[in-house]
């Protein structure tokens, strides 16, 4: 994996934020005085980024809104999320062995999140894992974001890397969409956040859990270019 550049995708995929996320949007919500809504029903909302999770929440709660409203309401999430992002936050389970056997045979690991790089950042080095990867590239470190190719081409430029030697982990359509569109093969993970299930997105492999990141990617790595 010495010339390899693994880029993940972080909510569902590095970290799971759903419990810290959800609090935050239902923050917001009784802000309206509106009743929370269930882990459940807002999970799958989370790839789509903090906008639409709270719009989501305003749908299921009945309550029309403005565009106004929702930015302000965004900005309320962004404040509360800022300072409570990592209090049940955790990575999933095998992961930092798998990222740091990763490094070890050569490899350059990379985020590319819908997150914002700020909170990216702030929420990696708050857990103790930013020291893991050489670029960080959040919703607005491009002009672009997912699904939009450059995006995740950007990702790998910022870690140095080469697309014709990238990888991709995530765990929604919205991750396969990018990957597909930038020519990049992308792993699967079947514990994220996804409105499909990720085993019908047509991925290039597809993993219950890092204990099976690195058979996944020698499969994909030996590919012919």
Known sequence: MRDATLV???DGTLIDTAPDLIHAA???LA?????PVAAERLKPEISFGARHIIAAGLRIRGVAFTEPELDAMLDRFLEFYADNMAVESRPFDGLLAALEGCLGEGAT???C???REGLSRLLLEQLGLMRLFRAIAGRDTFPVC???PGHLLGAIRLAGGDPGRAVMVGDSEVDVSTAKAARIPIIGVTFGYTHIPV???GTDAVIDGYGELRAA???ILARPA
Request: no cysteine; net charge negative; glycine share 8%.
């Open 113 to 115: 999140t819908n997150k």
């Open 217 to 219: 990617l020698d499969g």
């Open 199 to 201: 085993t019908e997105l």
């Open 8 to 10: 993940f995708d972080l």
């Open 146 to 148: 997912k699904p939009h």
């Open 26 to 28: 239902n923050h917001v």
């Open 109 to 111: 690991l990379a985020v």
């Open 31 to 35: 802000s309206r005085g509106l009743e």
